[in-house]
């Protein structure tokens, strides 16, 4: 019996329910939603937070799908607490952040956004629901592949395009990401059937479905596949096989000695009440068990090694393991997004022109490279110096023979400059990029903003910068 039965049969025993049914009802993912968000509250967590997951995950997902859903909830407010406001620099140089400076871009956002109230005053329920599986078109451990769909003319490559953001966004947030990105149905996709750790994403591109293919070696799907050290240590009644969502923060040493101490009062089978304890805080942290009565965070390289970047990628240069952490937990899945992209290999066997806006890390640049992809001329627009000097790191470590520009600000990118790169370049093949989540993820409402979000809000100078390559390729043509 997992944890989560047990803890089923706990709270029941306690509340007298002696039933088999209605025990049964509470572990049925059909069952009735008030008794799955009165179950929630008497596990321990608030009715805000099973609210939250109820909403998010949807009225059929298990209760261990729930209390995972706010376990990497709780994990991105406390990350959101350990970086005051301080120290969270501004996306754009204009302190009175004005989000446009083009007034035909103005226009046309205006316009945008009078037909989807249109089509909401008019009741034309288009809501985007999130999969169960989430595995979009396919993925290569699934037989079932979707290859074909018909997009609408405006959004037919070339250019190609790849947006990408946190699926458990606010209501109505990919709804309008998809509006924006000329109406195309978001691929969601978990990274758990790439990689040993959760990462619910959504990816708007207009690439091909067909002749898709997986990096190769895969990578370890499991825990115990990814640290086999840890196997001689794992208790039984933690029943994790998957990581959670990577965060931008990891656990603190006072965290796991207090762990260590409340196992230590008890043999191999702690109490309930110590198990459920352990265990939430190992799904909120990714604890991995690395001794006995001992969990420890994951290191950087092995965060570095789940998300599908080189050994080191993040390492040296001066960049603390705070940033190390921060610039990962941000980052793409590398196999996940090289899936995605693989079909470009034959279209553009002499190399591909890239812009990369929101680079981060350079998770499509390294994905592209893994592919063996030759990256000719990338133009990549990253805010934070950190990043900046990462990716510059990976693009000379690995003898790239193209040509790597670095922009800091999305917002310097206007038509005179494209024009003048895109003269410079010929044209851009693949305009790719996630922009900031912090208004979109996390269990803390007041600051899920959407993607009117001071720093979420930057989704629409992809949009802004997506429309301009378009219509100067179109031009040139």
């Avoid at 997992?2 to 089923?8: A, D, H, R, T, Y």
């Avoid at 909403?55 to 991105?76: H, K, N, V, W």
């Avoid at 898709?212 to 794992?234: G, N, Q, S, V, Y």
């Avoid at 063996?372 to 790191?393: A, F, Q």
Wanted: glycine share 6%; proline share 6%.
């Amino acid at each position: 019996m997992g944890f989560s039965e047990q803890m089923v049969v706990k709270v029941v025993q306690e509340n007298d329910i002696d039933s088999s049914s209605e025990n049964e009802e509470f572990m049925n993912p059909d069952s009735d939603e008030e008794s799955k968000l009165l179950f929630l509250t008497k596990m321990g967590y608030s009715k805000a937070e099973a609210s939250i997951a109820m909403e998010r995950c949807g009225p059929d997902s298990s209760i261990a799908e729930l209390t995972d859903f706010i376990s990497a909830a709780q994990m991105a407010k406390a990350a959101d607490a350990l970086f005051p406001l301080e120290d969270k620099k501004p996306f754009c140089n204009d302190s009175n952040h004005k989000k446009r400076r083009n007034l035909d871009y103005d226009l046309w956002k205006r316009k945008k956004q009078m037909k989807l109230q249109k089509r909401l005053l008019d009741g034309v329920d288009d809501a985007i629901h999130l999969p169960n599986p989430m595995i979009g078109f396919g993925v290569p451990t699934e037989i079932v592949q979707i290859t074909h769909r018909t997009l609408p003319e405006a959004a037919i490559g070339p250019p190609y395009f790849y947006y990408e953001n946190v699926a458990l966004a606010p209501k109505g947030v990919w709804q309008t990401i998809s509006r924006f990105l000329y109406d195309v149905e978001p691929e969601f996709v978990d990274s758990k059937y790439f990689c040993a750790s959760a990462r619910k994403r959504g990816y708007v591109h207009n690439l091909p479905l067909e002749n898709r293919f997986p990096l190769l070696p895969f990578p370890p799907r499991t825990i115990h596949d990814a640290f086999p050290l840890t196997r001689k240590w794992w208790p039984s009644w933690d029943t994790r096989t998957k990581l959670n969502c990577l965060q931008t923060c990891t656990a603190s040493a006072k965290l796991t000695d207090r762990i260590r101490k409340a196992l230590e009062n008890h043999g191999d089978e702690p109490p309930l009440t110590v198990q459920k304890f352990v265990l939430d805080e190992c799904r909120k942290w990714n604890l991995v068990w690395v001794g006995r009565n001992k969990v420890a965070p994951l290191e950087p390289d092995e965060v570095e090694m789940l998300l599908g970047f080189p050994r080191n990628h993040t390492r040296g240069g001066g960049i603390s393991r705070t940033d190390r952490y921060k610039s990962l937990g941000n980052s793409f899945q590398v196999d996940t997004v090289a899936y995605h992209l693989s079909v470009l290999k034959d279209m553009f066997p002499g190399g591909i022109n890239l812009l990369s806006l929101f680079s981060g890390i350079g998770g499509a640049e390294v994905a592209l490279h893994r592919l063996g992809i030759p990256l000719k001329n990338v133009v990549s627009v990253e805010i934070s110096e950190v990043n900046r000097n990462i990716v510059r790191s990976w693009w000379e470590q690995t003898n790239q023979k193209g040509t790597l520009i670095d922009i800091p600000d999305v917002q310097q990118l206007n038509g005179d400059r494209l024009e003048q790169l895109m003269n410079t370049f010929g044209g851009f093949d693949l305009v790719v990029g996630g922009s900031p989540c912090n208004n979109l993820a996390g269990s803390n409402r007041h600051h899920r903003d959407g993607l009117e979000g001071k720093e979420s809000s930057l989704f629409f100078d992809y949009c802004r910068i997506l429309e301009l390559v378009k219509c100067i390729s179109a031009r040139n043509q």
